[in-house]
């Protein structure tokens, strides 16, 4: 996706659509830290999978 902003800004030359490119490429890269931060842990021999905000409220 960040590629589509890319080229409309290598395209167009306009900050405006660097800025959409800069905005997409953080989003991504939160996005990322949060699915990264998904666990799996091991409960009575059982895999569970713990998302960030359960991790959050325990």
Do not use: H, P, Q
């Not at 890319?6 to 991504?28: A, H, N, P, Q």
């Amino acid at each position: 996706m960040e590629e589509k902003y890319w080229k409309r800004f290598m395209t167009s030359g306009r900050i405006e659509d660097y800025l959409y490119y800069r905005g997409m490429k953080v989003c991504m890269g939160i996005m990322r830290k949060y699915r990264d931060m998904e666990t799996v842990l091991a409960v009575d021999g059982r895999e569970k999978k713990t998302s960030v905000s359960e991790g959050f409220l325990n």
